[in-house]
């Protein structure tokens, strides 16, 4: 097995990259339709305390980032050995962060949803901007590593 020390700084870019996303995603990419869909306003949008909410927001992107990272390195069944060179490319690692989304974001948010009464296109908005997220930090992680 490789070595399997922390990358810091893989983390900490990790960490910043679901803004990157974020800003494209909720931006000119589905930003009016996310809007519609959540009810969110652009004077509602404006009260926000941007310290706070993307402070948090990195806070939060650095723990989901620490949680990746060991899952592409140490995932997986014992006679594929993850870790080792022939796993550690962006490509695998994009591929356990997408699986983070679809298993694990997509029935938490789903079933958050339901309750809510939102609609699909509003699951599919926020479920879909995490699974390319958590793909894109978990292929940096891995590539990085």
């Known amino acids: 097995m490789e070595d399997m020390s922390i990358n810091w700084l893989a983390l900490v870019a990790a960490s910043i990259l679901p803004l990157v996303t974020g800003f494209l995603w909720y931006g000119p990419l589905f930003g009016k339709l996310w809007m519609r869909e959540s009810g969110m306003t652009e004077e509602k949008a404006k009260q926000m305390n941007p310290a706070k909410t993307y402070g948090l927001a990195v806070v939060f992107a650095f723990l989901i980032a620490f949680f990746i990272m060991p899952m592409v390195f140490f995932g997986g069944p014992p006679e594929m050995p ?47 901007y995490w699974v390319v997220t958590m793909a894109l930090m978990g292929g940096l992680i891995n590539a990085w590593t």
């Open 82 to 128: 993850h870790g080792t060179a022939e796993y550690m490319t962006f490509k695998h690692g994009a591929l356990h962060g997408a699986m983070l989304g679809l298993f694990v974001v997509l029935p938490v948010f789903a079933t958050n949803a339901l309750f809510e009464q939102r609609s699909l296109k509003y699951v599919l908005i926020n479920v879909g």
